[in-house]
Structure formats: C-alpha cells, structure tokens
C-alpha cells in the first residue's frame, strides 16, 4: 500500500469518525434544520463530480463522476425540498381554527 492512499484513508476515517459525534450531539429539535442545510451545501459534491468528468480519461473515471453528479443533485434538491416543506410547517392556514 502506498503511503498516499493510507494517509487519505486515515483522513477518512477520523473524517468518519468526528462527523459522527458531532452529529449524535445535535439536539432532535434541531436535527431536521441542520441536515437540510447541510444537504443544500453539499452543491461542492455537483462542482466537484463535473470537474471529475471533465477531465476524465477513463470510462471508470468518466462512471464515477456521472455517479457523484446524480447523487449531488438528488442531495441538493432533497435537501430543499426538506428546507420548503420544513418552512411549510409554520404558516398559518388559510380561515383554520385559531
């Protein structure tokens, strides 16, 4: 194993390991607003998986940035339709009870 591709997995899995606690310390009432934001954010992964595909040399590479797109996008428009149907949850419904 090259030393690269050890330090890059080490990355990964402190990377892995930080995310997870500090995502179990978030508050439930809190939780739904933090994912969609951070859904929303994860638009770096579109940029980053069309640069991989425009500058791919092989059919893996070319597969692996076409995969990274579509999963960025279902990521980003997920996440604001989660932000939109949040926020639908407090407007006040047209002649409702009060």
Known sequence: MNEQLLAELYVFCLAVFVGFEVISKVPTILHTPLMSGSNAIHGIVL?????????????????????????????????????DRM?????????GAR
């Open 47 to 83: 940029v980053g998986g069309i640069l991989v595909t425009a500058t791919a040399q092989t059919n893996l590479q070319l597969a692996l940035g076409f995969i990274a797109v579509m999963f960025g996008a279902m990521n980003v428009a997920g996440g604001f339709l989660v932000t």
């Open 87 to 95: 926020l639908q949850m407090f407007k006040k419904k047209p002649g």
